[in-house]
């Protein structure tokens, strides 16, 4: 099993930044854990949820939506099982929700990128952007 944790949500001015973190546990992601897909997802009120970053913890290779390329870095810490996303030039759109979510992943040369692709998931982290 997999548990995630969130942290570092909180209410910011646009231009702002964030570093949201994701810690990683369980018995099977410490066993395989150079064989997931890690990824950032954000939900609005009313909105579907979407993928903003991902990355494969084995090989690093990492996907940005576009609406945060430039912005936002998704990083990992394999040594803490950590999982990182920094958000600079914050704008009120990325107001959300945001959740970690993991897959154990083989036989991949990149991340899926749909919500449903993904079986772990954190309880969410609050992001408010204020103009």
């Known amino acids: 099993q997999v548990q995630l944790v969130e942290s570092g949500g909180g209410s910011v001015q646009a231009g702002g930044s964030l570093r949201l973190s994701c810690a990683a546990s369980?018995?099977?992601?410490?066993?395989?854990?150079?064989?997931?897909?890690m990824g950032w997802f954000r939900q609005a009120p009313g909105k579907e949820r979407e993928g903003v970053a991902n990355i494969m913890t084995g090989g690093g290779s990492t996907h940005y939506a576009d609406s945060v390329k430039g912005r936002f870095t998704i990083s990992q810490d394999n040594a803490k099982n950590t999982l990182y996303l920094q958000m600079n030039s914050l704008e009120p759109e990325d107001t959300a929700m945001y959740y970690c979510?993991?897959?154990?992943?083989?036989?991949?040369?990149?991340?899926?990128?749909?919500?449903?692709?993904?079986?772990?998931w954190g309880q969410g982290t609050q992001v408010t952007v204020s103009s």
């Open positions: 979510a993991a897959v154990r992943v083989s036989g991949r040369w990149w991340c899926p990128t749909s919500k449903d692709d993904y079986n772990a």
């Open positions: 369980g018995d099977t992601y410490r066993r395989y854990f150079s064989n997931y897909c």
